[in-house]
C-alpha cells in the first residue's frame, strides 16, 4: 500500500532496514514480508477506497444499496496496519484471479502469503453472491510452483483447489460452545493462552468448523474437530488453516495474536508493531465558538494559567501526551465571517470574559514542554451556513442560537441534511493551513466537533479528510484508503484513546479543573503517546527489494511520518522457528554499529531505527 502525500510524491525519505546473510543458501527460504488479502463482496466501495467498520445504525444515510456485515475483512485491514504488516487487496467480486496478482516483473513473488478471506459456493446455481467466474487453481500454481504461503480463515475453504492446498476436506459447520484448545506446542501457538478463546464471560456459542484431515497437523481442536491445522510443502510454502466464528473470531487477543504468529511462521519473519500499554488521552474545543453561544455548552475559554497549573505541570509529571483537537477559527457574529481564533479578549453576551490571546499562550507553553500534541478538530465547530433560513446570524442567545446543530460543521443536523464535499474539504484545508499559522505544527489527525458527519459517498467526511491529507481520523486515513471506525481499542492492535478528565473538553477543565489529575490514578502504568506517533507507525512502508539477501526496507514518508524526523523509532522482528535456527549466532548492527552479539532469533528482537527521514542500515551478520 502507497502512502505518499501529495505535498512529496516527488520525494521519498526512506529508512532502510537490511539483514544481509553471506549464506546463499538461504536465498529460497527468503520472502517477500507483503501479504496478499483475497475477499470476496465486503468492501462496500465499488471504486475501493473508503472501508467501513461501523454499524448500520452509525451511519443513517449510508451510500450502499445493500448492507453486508464485512467486518471480517475491516477488522483484518485494521489489525494489519497497526502492526505495519504491508498488504495487498484482491476482490473477486470486481478482479480475476491470475498469477500475476502473486509474481512481479521479473517473474518472482511479490507476496510471501496468501491470507483467503473470501465466501466462495461450489454450487454455480447457489451462489450467495455474484462474483466473476474464478480459477481457484491459480492458488495451487502460487502454492506449489513459486512457494508462496497460504492461510485460510473459517469456513473460507469450500473450494477444491483450497481444501488440496490446505490437505483437509470441508464437512460443514454447527454451533458449539466447546472452547479452542491446542493440543500441542507449534511455534503459531506458543505461550498463548489455553483456550485461546477464554473470557471471564460463560462459553459464546460459535460455530465450529468440521474437516477430514487428508495431509494436514492439527494443532487447535474444538473437542475433537481439528480448528487449526499447518502444513509444509515442498516448494517451501507452508499452509495454515485457521477455524472460527468469522464474525467473531478476532474479538479475541489470542486469536489477534494466533493469526500475526501465522503470518510469521508462513513468510518465515515479520516486523511488526504492537501497541500495549499504550494510550492517547484528547480534550476537544480549545478555539472553538459554541462555548461563548451556545447556552448548554457555555464556559469561559481555558487562560495560559490554568493550563499551567492543572494541564502542564501534571502531564510533565507523569511523562504524558495530551492530545489538544483545537477549532482555529472563531465565528465573529458582529462582522458576519470567521476570524483567526485567539485573536481578541472579549465579553460574549451572556457576560463572560472571554480570553482567547491567553488560552493561545497556554496552548504553546503547552507545545514547547513537549505535553501537547495540536490536532484539527475542523475549523470553526460550527455550520458553515449560518445565514439561510432558520438563521443563526443575529438570532436570539436564548431561543435559535440555542439549537445545538448549529455547532456542527460537517453534518447539518439543525437542517438534516449533508455539507457539500467542496465545502468541507476547503474548511479541513483551511483548518491545516491556520494551525499551521497559529502554532506552526502541521495537524495528522482530525476530528470533527460533535461528531457531525455527513455520510453519502460524495460527501463522506472520513473520505474527504483523506484527500486533505490527514493521517488518522478515528480509523486509518491515507492515499491507498479510508477506514470508517476503528477497533482493538487498548489491546495489542491499537492504543486506548481515553477522554481528558472529566469531560474531554477544556470545558471540564474551566469547571472541574482538579478532577485532571484522576487520570493517572485510574491508569496507573499507561504510556500516554501522541497521534503524530501511531500515525507514523501506520504509515510506514515496509518491503523486500531482493529475494537474494535478507534485506527490508522502510520507508518514512515526510508527511504522514513527520514524528520520526526527530523521534526513534522501534519495531519487533519476530522470525520462525524454521528460519531462526538457520540464522541463530548471528551479530545485529545498526548503522555499522553492532548492537546485538549472538543473537538468539527464537526470541523477538527489539530493532531501534535513530531519528530521521534519512537511511538507516541494520544488518544481521554471519560470521
Given amino acids: 500500500m502507497k502512502c505518499f502525500s501529495s505535498k512529496a510524491a516527488f520525494v521519498i525519505a526512506m529508512t532502510i532496514f537490511s539483514v544481509t546473510l553471506s549464506a546463499s543458501s538461504l536465498a529460497d527460504d527468503i520472502k517477500p514480508c507483503r501479504v496478499a488479502l483475497i475477499i470476496a463482496d465486503q468492501w462496500d466501495d465499488p471504486a475501493g477506497f473508503l472501508i467501513n467498520h461501523t454499524d448500520q445504525q452509525d451511519r443513517p444515510n449510508t451510500y450502499i444499496s445493500e448492507q453486508r456485515t464485512g467486518r471480517d475483512f475491516s477488522s483484518l485491514v485494521i489489525m494489519l496496519k497497526s502492526w505495519g504488516i504491508p498488504f495487498n487487496i484482491i476482490r473477486l467480486d470486481q478482479e480475476f484471479m491470475d498469477i500475476n496478482r502473486f509474481i512481479g516483473p521479473d517473474g518472482k513473488p511479490d507476496v510471501g502469503c496468501i491470507i483467503f478471506d473470501a465466501p466462495t459456493s461450489t454450487d454455480p446455481g447457489n451462489t450467495i453472491f455474484d462474483l466473476p467466474p474464478q480459477k481457484y487453481e491459480v492458488l495451487q500454481q502460487a502454492v506449489n510452483e513459486y512457494g508462496i504461503s497460504l492461510i485460510a480463515l473459517a469456513d473460507r475453504i469450500n ?9 483437509i476436506k470441508y464437512q460443514g459447520e454447527v454451533d458449539s460452545t466447546e472452547p479452542l484448545r491446542y493440543s500441542q506446542e507449534h511455534f503459531i501457538t506458543r505461550r498463548l493462552p489455553n ?16 474437516v477430514e484431515l487428508t495431509d494436514a497437523k492439527p494443532i487447535v481442536n474444538q473437542g475433537k474437530y481439528p480448528q487449526l491445522t499447518v502444513r509444509e510443502l515442498p516448494s517451501g510454502a507452508r499452509t495454515v488453516w485457521i477455524a472460527g466464528d468469522i464474525d467473531n473470531m478476532f474479538s479475541y487477543q489470542s486469536y489477534r495474536t494466533l493469526l500475526r504468529r501465522a503470518i510469521t511462521w508462513s513468510t518465515g519473519y515479520t516486523l511488526f508493531k504492537t501497541w500495549e500499554n499504550k494510550a492517547w488521552m484528547t480534550m476537544d474545543d480549545p478555539g472553538g465558538a459554541q462555548g461563548a453561544w451556545l447556552e448548554s455548552w457555555h464556559y469561559p475559554t481555558l487562560t495560559e494559567e490554568q493550563m499551567d497549573k492543572y494541564l502542564i505541570k501534571p502531564l510533565e509529571q507523569h511523562n504524558a501526551i495530551l492530545i489538544m483537537n483545537v477549532n482555529p477559527g472563531f465565528v465573529n457574529d458582529e462582522l458576519r465571517k470567521t476570524e483567526l481564533a485567539f485573536q481578541r ?3 460574549d453576551e451572556f457576560g463572560t470574559i472571554q480570553d482567547h490571546p491567553s488560552t493561545k499562550r497556554g496552548l504553546i507553553k503547552g507545545l514547547e514542554a513537549g505535553v501537547f500534541e495540536i490536532q484539527s478538530h475542523g475549523l470553526t465547530h460550527m455550520q458553515p451556513d449560518l445565514w439561510s433560513p432558520p438563521t443563526w446570524f443575529g438570532s436570539d442567545l436564548h431561543t435559535e442560537r440555542a439549537h445545538v446543530g448549529w455547532y456542527r460543521e460537517f453534518g447539518d443536523t439543525r437542517r438534516n441534511r449533508e455539507i457539500p464535499a467542496a465545502e468541507a474539504l476547503w474548511r479541513m484545508k483551511t483548518s491545516i493551513t491556520w494551525l499551521e499559522h497559529l502554532f506552526g505544527i502541521t495537524p495528522l489527525s482530525f476530528r470533527p466537533g460533535g461528531s457531525g458527519l455527513s455520510y453519502s459517498y460524495h460527501n463522506n467526511t472520513q473520505r474527504l479528510a483523506a484527500l486533505a491529507g490527514f493521517g488518522f481520523a478515528q480509523g486509518y486515513l491515507g ?11 487498548g489491546t495489542d492492535e491499537s492504543p486506548l484513546m481515553v477522554g481528558a478528565p472529566p469531560d474531554a473538553h477544556d470545558k471540564g477543565i474551566a469547571e472541574y479543573p482538579e478532577r485532571f489529575v484522576n487520570i493517572f490514578e485510574r491508569y496507573p502504568d499507561m504510556q500516554w503517546m501522541g497521534l503524530n506517533e501511531y500515525i507514523a507507525y501506520i504509515h510506514a512502508m515496509i518491503s523486500l527489494p531482493d529475494q537474494k539477501v535478507f534485506a527490508l526496507q522502510v520507508k518514512y514518508d515526510p508527511h504522514y511520518c513527520m514524528y520520526f524526523k526527530e523521534h526513534r523509532s522501534h519495531w519487533n522482528l519476530l522470525v520462525a522457528d524454521w528460519l531462526a535456527e538457520k540464522i541463530n549466532g548471528a551479530s545485529v548492527t545498526v548503522d555499522g554499529t553492532t548492537v546485538i552479539n549472538n543473537a538468539d532469533f527464537s526470541k523477538k528482537l527489539k530493532i531501534e531505527i535513530p531519528a530521521g527521514l534519512g537511511t538507516h542500515d541494520i544488518r544481521i551478520v554471519q560470521k
Fill in 159 to 167: 473450494q477444491p483447489a483450497i481444501q488440496q492446498i490446505l490437505g
Fill in 195 to 210: 483456550p485461546l478463546d477464554n473470557t471471564y464471560d460463560p462459553a459464546a456459542e460459535k460455530k465450529k468448523v468440521h
Fill in 345 to 347: 479578549k472579549l465579553t
Fill in 479 to 489: 492515499p491507498d484508503m479510508a477506514v470508517m471506525g476503528w477497533d482493538f481499542w
